[in-house]
């Protein structure tokens, strides 16, 4: 193929090769970033869910400190929220594990609301015909509600640490894979170039061989001219 090329345009593939490079450089670049930033977005999401949850369950300690409809509603609504984001992270982990956590949680998150609404409507109801004493089913109802809050926070604690495990080897694979990309590139860079170079030169080497013959029977110092042997169409081969 390149002896069918003249040299301006043997020349030109330097600076087309090396743009092929940058630009294929940049779009790896940006697939393996894109994929370590939704991984660390996942992480941060995942911590954000402790939090939620944290402040889910010190809604309730408040509430059965202040036994109103806004106390309950409140531990309603910071459990909706929570649910609601843990839905929406489920549909961007690429991980089954995660997914299935997620699912854990929110099927936990449910069961916690069904036992809350019932605990609420019982602690109300006493609160405003003078009951001040628990009975044995609202201690049991408390108790299971402590149990399924520690699984929604060992299920997040999960996720979280599955989502940092991710991050931390999507870092990883990114640096490796530029250090790969960089090696490579550099490798197809050099040896375009010497193949290129080489060609150039071998034209020039035979162009110069042809004229030394050339010049040493214009000068009687050889009796035959040796024809230059250029099968290439660039400027080398034309003369």
Wanted: aromatic content about 10%.
């Amino acid at each position: 193929m390149l002896k069918n090329m003249n040299t301006r345009k043997k020349l030109f593939l330097f600076p087309i090769l090396f743009i092929l490079i940058v630009i294929g450089s940049g779009l790896v670049y940006k697939h393996f970033s894109n994929t370590a930033h939704q991984r660390n977005n996942a992480a941060i999401s995942t911590e954000e869910f402790i939090q939620q949850n944290l402040k889910g369950r010190i809604s309730v300690y408040q509430f059965l400190r202040n036994l109103t409809e806004e106390s309950s509603q409140k531990v309603q609504n910071d459990f909706k929220k929570l649910m609601e984001d843990v839905s929406a992270a489920k549909s961007t982990f690429s991980l089954k594990e995660n997914k299935d956590l997620c699912d854990d949680i929110l099927n936990y998150s449910k069961e916690y609301l069904k036992e809350f609404d019932a605990l609420a409507k019982e602690n109300i109801s006493n609160f405003k015909n003078g009951i001040t004493v628990e009975s044995e089913d609202m201690k049991n109802r408390i108790s299971k509600m402590s149990n399924i809050g520690l699984e929604i926070e060992h299920k997040i604690q999960e996720i979280n640490k599955n989502a940092i495990m991710l991050r931390e080897d999507a870092y990883k694979s990114l640096d490796i894979d530029l250090v790969i990309l960089a090696i490579v590139a550099t490798s197809i860079f050099i040896l375009i170039s010497i193949v290129i170079s080489n060609n150039i030169v071998n034209s020039l080497e035979n162009f110069k061989n042809g004229l030394f013959s050339f010049f040493a029977y214009l000068n009687r110092e050889s009796s035959n001219v040796e024809l230059i042997n250029l099968n290439s169409k660039d400027e080398f081969g034309q003369m």
